[in-house]
């Protein structure tokens, strides 16, 4: 039983280590160049602040997600796996949010403060920041579960 | 030592109930008439979806803070506490980050997908939504601290 919940939580976290880092690569590789009239402009993910932010935050949560395989699971460090499991999921929650705010912007525009819609002018662009962000948001749900999966069973000693 | 944790779980609860009531607060009832050349234009926070979505999470998040505060410290109901705010932090979080993700675009503007900066126009509104963002970031905090603090005793059954 403690064998199959073990290989259980490794695989999620192979899962959500995967999400992560294509989230990450993909909104890193993500740029289009585009003729607006006679202007030509180039959009990148480095453009943008919370893009940005984006990336960095799978990045780093691929790297802790890397490391935590390693992790054995006899070993006394497991409250801190599961504090720094809180700290990351929040960094992802949020890094998350906010690329999806800008992107919402992106695509519908806000037309009271006058920001027209960009996704009409770089469309691949557009497509791939969206597919950056469906994988980040696995990868948050994964994380997400993995949490409710840890207080599930670590704060009721008699499951353990 | 049992009665002082319990006073100072319920003063930070007290103080996160008032830091998420008053950013709903400040942030449902910021709005400014504005006049731009000959337009007149109004800046309401439900024009903007992410604002929208602050103030939904932030009135959840205080009818949870309110209700929680009843709940009796024997209760075996602690487990779904803890997950509870879990749940809770994550959306204080989520919101949080989308809301300042689109304050920031509207204080600085994005030159590539040419928006503008707004702020100019309506001063006191970008202040008064700063003013319940201050009040979001403190209450998630809270909630952070919360959290931490309920993962370093629950999960270790002799510290209880």
């Not at 403690?2 to 740029?31: E, P, Y």
């Not at 289009?32 to 030509?40: L, M, Q, T």
């Not at 602040?49 to 006394?76: D, M, Q, R």
């Not at 557009?126 to 207080?151: D, E, N, P, R």
Request: charged residues 10%; proline residues 3%; aromatic residues 12%.
């Amino acid at each position: 039983m403690a064998k199959t919940k073990r290989i259980c939580t490794l695989l999620l976290r192979l899962l959500a280590l995967a999400a992560t880092l294509s989230a990450a690569i993909v909104m890193g590789t993500s740029h289009e160049e585009a003729n607006f009239f006679a202007i030509s402009f180039e959009a990148k993910y480095s453009d943008t602040p919370a893009f940005k932010y984006f990336v960095i935050a799978n990045v780093f949560a691929s790297v802790y997600g890397f490391l935590v395989l390693f992790h054995p699971p006899e070993s006394l460090l497991w409250r801190l796996v599961v504090a720094l499991d809180v700290v990351f999921t929040m960094l992802l929650t949020s890094s998350l949010s906010a690329a999806l705010a800008v992107a919402y912007v992106g695509k519908k525009g806000d037309s009271q403060a006058g920001w027209l819609p960009i996704c009409g002018q770089v469309e691949k662009y557009c497509h791939q920041v969206g597919g950056a962000l469906a994988a980040g948001f696995i990868g948050v749900v994964i994380y997400m579960m993995l949490l409710l999966y840890s207080i599930h069973t670590a704060l009721n000693p008699l499951l353990v």
